[in-house]
């Protein structure tokens, strides 16, 4: 057993990990399906597939997984499954600078991967 500092940060060091490994599992869910990328930060779609949500955040599923990543990385490893939990049952979070709304594909991905 190590003194209590390095066990604090060990648990620390612990805790990024757990907050990377999820972040790169957020990343790695499907992009949306109605568009087609040109670059990364670039896509097109049919004006047919907007929805009622002509938001660019919106559908650049990309964008909401690295926004996602964004509100893990701000959150204490007690407060990580409450706040997902929550988006996933509003389908928003409330960002600095607005509420975010979340495609509801990507709503079901995160539960997915909540769920595995």
């Known amino acids: 057993m190590g003194s209590p500092l390095q066990e604090i ?3 620390g060091n612990q805790v990024e990990r757990v907050k990377l490994g999820l972040i790169e599992a957020i990343e790695k869910l499907p992009d949306n399906p109605r568009i087609s990328r040109l670059g990364s930060n670039t ?3 049919s004006s047919k597939n ?3 949500n002509w938001s660019v955040l919106y559908h650049d599923f990309k964008a909401q997984h690295r926004k996602l990543g964004k509100i893990i990385r701000r959150q204490e490893l007690p ?3 409450p706040v997902l939990m929550g988006i996933v049952e509003r389908g928003t979070f409330p960002g600095k600078s607005g509420t975010v709304k979340f495609h ?3 709503i079901r991905n995160i539960k997915a991967l909540m769920e595995a």
């Open 9 to 11: 940060a060990d648990l």
């Open 50 to 52: 907007l929805e009622n």
């Open 43 to 45: 896509f097109e779609m």
């Open 104 to 106: 509801p594909l990507v």
């Open 79 to 81: 407060q990580i499954a």
